[in-house]
């Protein structure tokens, strides 16, 4: 089934926390043996949960409260895995029925603003196997 695509922004700081139940994701577990892309690290002191509304995310080393919509908590958790950004493009393009080029641009937007609040850092060209 497709989903819709939301457009709108993927985050936004919110203090308000869900109490609903962790809901749990269709991302696949492995990705081509090799390759050489941008690649994303959440950082140290993020912990973070989901659930049906999207995904909350906590800076330990900031103390800022983040709340994520499902295709943020989707892009969060796909980069714990370290999963390329293209990889993840082509994902949510996949679920959502557009371009990859628009899933890129959005998300490319989206890690920006992770990496201004300090949630990830960029690992550029790093081969992983």
Same mark, same amino acid.
């Given at each position: 089934m497709k989903r819709r695509w939301d457009p709108g922004r993927l985050a936004n700081i919110s203090h308000k926390v869900?109490?609903?139940?962790?809901a749990?994701? #269709? +991302?696949? #577990?492995t990705f081509p043996s090799e390759r050489t892309h941008t690649l994303y690290e959440v950082s140290a002191g993020v912990r973070s949960t989901r659930n049906e509304d999207g995904g909350i995310?906590? #800076?330990m080393d900031h103390g800022q409260i983040f709340r994520l919509n499902p295709v943020g908590a989707l892009i969060l958790e796909s980069l714990g895995k370290g999963c390329a950004e293209t990889e993840i493009? %082509?994902? +949510?393009?996949? %679920?959502?029925? +557009?371009s990859q080029e628009t899933a890129s641009a959005d998300i490319g937007e989206f890690l920006q603003s992770l990496e201004e609040h300090k949630l990830v850092r960029m690992r550029r060209g790093e081969k992983v196997s």
């Open positions: 869900s109490h609903h139940a962790c749990s994701w #269709d +991302i696949p #577990d995310v906590l #800076d493009a %082509q994902e +949510i393009a996949r %679920q959502y029925n +557009i």
